[in-house]
């Protein structure tokens, strides 16, 4: 009986650390409800000056410009900009400008986050400097497979930069959303790709979900950013309406299956 009664106080005992563990990891993974990572930076930008001065987007269906923004002063040299937002198209392209503080020369890097999964991952980078520099200029593709939803797009300087999210000594990291749409025809997209979109995003008591070549029932299911599952059903209509009104606010994933393919979307609820 000892046995047995130390034995289930281990198991709760590793499941209390468990939790503490993935609060720890979910508070770095989704800082202020919105961003992947906030990456750990020795120096602030006040002390260091190794920051983004200037960010502007040209040549999409919506532009926008934040020009000297300087330091800052946001918590770990961390901004999110988020009523900065460009609208792109999908399978079309846009500009980018970014520079830096003139006289601190630093490697920088860009990643949009295409399919919304909440990964920066590497195939998501969409430029890294080579070498120190203070400002470039680019093209951006815009993928005819990334999600048509509101997306992450992440700017970085730092001392050290290898990825979205790893440490430096210096830097500043700013994240603004970008708008994908469609502009295709439906006949033309790719045979497993769903054409679908949700609305509002944030919500607060009603989801639409929309989708364009709507033919067959569809299973989809609602998960907590744990994974766990908090609503599954299927979709019978082009525009369905999910009650979202009892779920606690927070960040959740919706995914649909369709002919073999799980395809996500991140939804916020406030």
Same mark, same amino acid.
């Given at each position: ?35 992947q ?97 203070t ?13 048509? @939803?509101?997306? =992450?797009?992440? *700017?970085?300087?730092?001392?050290? !930069?290898? +990825?979205?999210? /790893? ?19 439906v006949?033309n997209?790719?045979?497993n ?14 989801l ?10 569809? @299973?989809?299911? =609602?998960?907590? *950013?744990?994974?766990?599952?908090? !609503?599954? +059903?299927?979709? /019978? ?34």
């Amino acid at each position: 009986m000892i046995l047995l009664i130390g034995y289930i106080w281990l198991k709760q005992k590793q499941k209390s650390m468990k939790k503490i563990l993935l609060s720890a990891v979910l508070s770095i993974f989704f800082y202020n409800g919105f961003s992947q990572c906030v990456p750990a930076i020795t120096n602030d930008c006040f002390a260091v000056a190794n920051i983004v001065d200037s960010v502007v987007v040209t040549n999409a269906l919506v532009n926008f410009s934040n020009d000297g923004t300087d330091c800052s002063g946001q918590d770990f040299n961390f901004a999110f900009y988020k009523f900065k937002t460009a609208t792109a198209t999908l399978g079309n392209s846009f500009d980018l400008r970014v520079a830096l503080n003139s006289s601190f020369p630093s490697f920088m890097g860009v990643w949009i986050d295409w399919n919304d999964d909440l990964v920066f991952s590497p195939t998501e980078q969409v430029f890294l400097s080579t070498g120190t520099i203070t400002a470039m200029s680019i093209n951006v593709p815009v993928p005819l497979t990334a999600v048509q @939803d509101t997306v =992450l797009m992440r *700017i970085r300087s730092a001392s050290t !930069l290898t +990825d979205a999210c /790893n440490a430096a000594s210096s830097g500043e990291t700013e994240d603004y959303n970008i708008l994908l749409v469609n502009d295709t025809r439906v006949e033309n997209l790719p045979s497993n790709l769903l054409a679908w979109s949700i609305f509002p995003n944030p919500a607060a008591d009603k989801l639409n979900i929309n989708i364009d070549n709507f033919n067959e029932n569809l @299973d989809f299911k =609602l998960t907590d *950013i744990i994974g766990n599952i908090v !609503l599954e +059903d299927k979709i /019978n209509s082009t525009n369905f309406v999910l009650d979202v009104s009892k779920l606690q606010r927070g960040i959740y994933l919706l995914s649909i299956d369709y002919k073999g393919e799980k395809q996500v979307k991140k939804i916020v609820l406030e």
